[in-house]
């Protein structure tokens, strides 16, 4: 079964700063593929970023970047240049048809 | 930009009442799903659907819950009597085709409250 692990419930973090949301990740599948949501404060889930496990390259979206180790199985989020309008729930996912969830980490930027 | 549509966005109900949580799924999308989010927990996976028919659904998933897509465009959830631990965000979802690089995308979500 496939599982997914963030360890940090929640940071703290200036604003202007960079940020690395960690996840872990576990499957068997020899391909699959990892994403990041961000739900804010109103509830919706909003697609960030995506990382195929054959991917030579770590995946980039603007401020978002994907730090992908797949030996070390691990999918860390960093967000540059952090903002005020950040600061909400992240997600990390693995995607076996169905999408599974982390427990999630709330991120707070600071003024 | 084509987006998940999930009506309505708050829904408050009696116990033992049946809801119908409403989505509209991006037009050219195959693959649907039911996700759930108890407040201050993780999303949970509740059911996909493809080709008119349950593909996968979870042990959440009994036999209170049911999904039907009635036309081309709606893919609805039915909850036949509800319980106080149905309140959460319901979540819709829809995915082109299979693939690991197709993304499901997420209608804003239905919050259920059970009184």
């Known amino acids: 079964a496939q599982k997914i692990t963030q360890t940090q419930p929640g940071m703290f973090v200036q604003e202007k700063e960079a940020v690395t949301l960690d996840c872990t990740y576990d499957?068997?599948?020899?391909?699959?593929?990892l994403f990041w949501y961000k739900q804010p404060s109103s509830g919706e889930m909003i697609f960030l970023i995506y990382q195929g496990s054959y991917d030579q390259q770590n995946a980039t979206e603007g401020r978002y970047s994907l730090n992908f180790q797949k030996a070390r199985k691990s999918a860390n989020l960093v967000i540059s240049a952090s903002q005020l309008g950040d600061s909400a729930m992240y997600f990390c996912?693995?995607?076996?048809?169905?999408?599974?969830f982390g427990k999630g980490t709330r991120l707070h930027i600071l003024p | 930009e084509p987006e998940v549509t999930q009506t309505p966005s708050h829904q408050v109900t009696q116990m033992g009442q049946e809801v119908i949580l409403r989505c509209v799924p991006i037009s050219n999308h195959l693959y649907f799903y039911w996700y759930r989010q108890i407040l201050g927990q993780k999303v949970e996976f509740l059911v996909s659907?493809?080709?008119?028919?349950?593909?996968?659904k979870s042990e959440i998933f009994d036999d209170q819950f049911s999904v039907e897509r009635p036309d081309g465009s709606n893919f609805t959830l039915k909850i036949r009597s509800t319980k106080l631990e149905d309140s959460a965000m319901y979540f819709c979802a829809s995915l082109q085709g299979q693939g690991l690089e197709n993304i499901q995308y997420f209608g804003a979500g239905t919050r259920l409250s059970v009184l």
């Open positions: 499957t068997s599948d020899p391909s699959y593929g």
């Open positions: 659907f493809y080709n008119n028919e349950i593909s996968e």
């Open positions: 996912a693995i995607q076996d048809d169905k999408i599974i």
